[in-house]
């Protein structure tokens, strides 16, 4: 059911606290990560997708859809990492541009991986009992559930 | 209790989502903010922040605080802001600097409220039940609640 009415007093609050705490918590582990690893949250988003793909391989575009990113920040994100050797570009079939990480890619992020796994732990769910980890799930999956099934109407 | 432990595999899932889900959330509250009043998210947050305060003035040190912004984030932000007429810059005592919303400011600010609200209420609220909007609010408020203790540790 939707509604056509504003937040209530409660709703805003609610709000307003996930809003700083999403904030807070991205600019944290993202400092933290960088500190550790010297990989941005971007750097390790694409290393982790293409890491798990099929001979570490993806075409762009599909790169594009699974992060849900545009295609501008995309590219200026791979240039990036191609420079220093994380990921690169190969010719695809036709003109279809294929994204891969390299072996130093892989390298740093399983470097990275276990650290970035101990701080979202300590951040995270060391301070949740186990029934609101549960909720925590749900609630993420229902919203994001929701928000894909605007983008497919 | 902290644990040194890496995340389990439901915790990795829970983890991913919630990073998902608030990527595609504040993406869209963004956009539609965007195509509603020409604001971004940015701007909102630094006109809310401002309109609450007494005057509708703070120091600037303060406004980087609450917002948990960098210095530099926060000039820049404000500099674009200040040039579109939605804040001002005004001198205090000693050296200390001020921003104060405009008029103007105040103006966007409160077309921009109940349609922001609504489009909230849309994507979360309505999706959640009451039970659901409780535990998030919950959630989200003992994990800033972490945070901030960190910081001030």
């Known amino acids: 059911?939707?509604?056509?009415?504003e937040l209530s007093a409660g709703q805003l609050t609610a709000w307003r606290t996930f809003m700083e705490m999403q904030e807070v918590l991205r600019g944290r582990i993202a400092a933290l990560l960088q500190a550790d690893s010297k990989l941005s949250n971007a750097d390790y988003t694409v290393l982790v997708a293409l890491s798990?793909?099929?001979?570490?391989?993806m075409r762009a575009v599909s790169l594009?859809?699974?992060?849900?990113?545009?295609?501008?920040?995309?590219?200026?994100?791979?240039t990036r990492m191609c420079k220093r050797g994380l990921v690169e570009r190969q010719c695809g079939?036709?003109?279809?541009?294929?994204?891969?990480v390299t072996a130093?890619?892989?390298?740093?992020l399983n470097a990275a991986a276990?650290?970035?796994s101990r701080?979202?732990?300590?951040?995270?769910f060391d301070r949740l009992t186990k029934q609101q980890a549960e909720q925590f799930a749900q609630i993420s999956r229902?919203?994001?559930d929701g928000l894909r099934h605007d983008l497919s109407g």
Do not use: C, F, M, N
């Open 1 to 5: 059911v939707t509604s056509d009415e």
């Open 52 to 57: 798990e793909a099929a001979d570490g391989r």
């Open 64 to 78: 594009s859809y699974a992060l849900q990113w545009e295609k501008s920040r995309l590219h200026h994100q791979l």
């Open 93 to 100: 079939v036709g003109r279809a541009s294929i994204v891969a």
């Open 104 to 108: 130093e890619g892989r390298a740093a």
């Open 114 to 116: 276990p650290i970035h």
């Open 119 to 124: 701080h979202v732990r300590q951040l995270v």
């Open 142 to 144: 229902t919203l994001l």
